[in-house]
């Protein structure tokens, strides 16, 4: 496709701007910094002609691109997550370009303990000649899901530039908190009007995502007895104590994300907090089968079991809640969506790679509110950490790709 990208000129700009959502703020969204880039992606939005385009007060951004043709298309949405992870730092991110990329390690300048080694990322092996974009060292680099964002906002200027590529009406949606399972909770399904829908926050350059996990998350008290440490002898009961042989008890060569991979389930813990009288614990449980869920939790529970057993007079409370369910469940009843992905990256020259996420998108959660929403590529890799990095070739083979899905949603319509 002969076209100047705009896509690398906006992510560079795009992640220097501090998003970090919150999982421990109440507020919607999370974080008011999530706006900051919102409101520059609507003024953007509104210069390239989309006037309908708007922020709402969750941290919504809705736009609409009107159809060209007299078909009647079905309404395409393409939705990413301005919001980054908490995991690691994304205060004063400095994007670095590496041009001509030549397969050796990247040392980032900031902190040059933080080297990128190829060995350690065999897909960074396969860029050679290619301009690789990484942080400086001391942050992640917001890929995860600017390069999306970027994406998207590189579409829009492209069909606005180029009326005479035919498409339905495209919806857009940034999202905020989707890092923290709270993407879409206040979503207008209404407002957003779209029938069937793509997220762009995938990794390797023709991968389509069908197939995320299903999720719930845990929490977990533990009481003991709380009581003067200098008279406290057959009186008290360390809540922490508990919490410890708790997390003692779960073994160390499976069940966890550390010692899976593939196809296999795991439960996490990802905060703890407590003092003598009372300690919690918050869990994240993942499986593709949605019946495991409840087995994970059983087997989760029957340590919490344990673990109270050991100090007489402690007790526990376990809650469950869902956070998500696999997509494919949902996508798999209208086969067209991945059909003509793949028309669509034929066209682009990339070869299409059906994949499982080990992990969830706002698309799993919109598929079961009745818009199925699968994921495409956007070339990020690394993601929640310092060794983060993106191809911009990458990038813009996204943007093609959603150039050619658009026109093969339009051709494939009735007239």
Known sequence: MTYNFTVSDRFLK????????????????STARQKDLSRILVGELKEMGLQDAELD???????SIPANTDKQVPVICFCSHVDTSSDCSGTGVKPIVHQNYDCRDIVLPDDPQQVIRPGDHPYLKTKRGEDIITASGTTLLGADDKAGVAIIMDLV????????VKHGTVKILFTPDEEIGRGVDHVNLEKLGADFGYTLDGGERGSYTDETFSANGVTIHFYGNSIHPGYARDKLINAIKIAGTFLDLLPRDGFSPETTEDREGFVHP??????AEKASLSFIIRD?????????EARLEQFAKQATGRYPGSRYEFASREQYRNMKEVVDQHPEIGDYVKIAMERSGIEFKKSSARGGTDGSRLSFMGIPFPDIFTGEMAFHGKHEYVSIQDMQKSVETLVNLVQVWEERAAS
């Open 14 to 29: 795009y992640v220097t701007i501090d998003t970090q959502s919150d999982p421990l703020s109440d507020s919607v969204p």
């Open 288 to 296: 593709f089968d949605t019946q495991k869920l409840k087995l994970h």
């Open 270 to 275: 990802v905060h703890i907090e407590g003092g």
């Open 157 to 164: 200027h492209f069909l606005t530039t180029h009326p005479e």
């Open 57 to 63: 007060e969750f941290g919504y951004v809705y736009a």
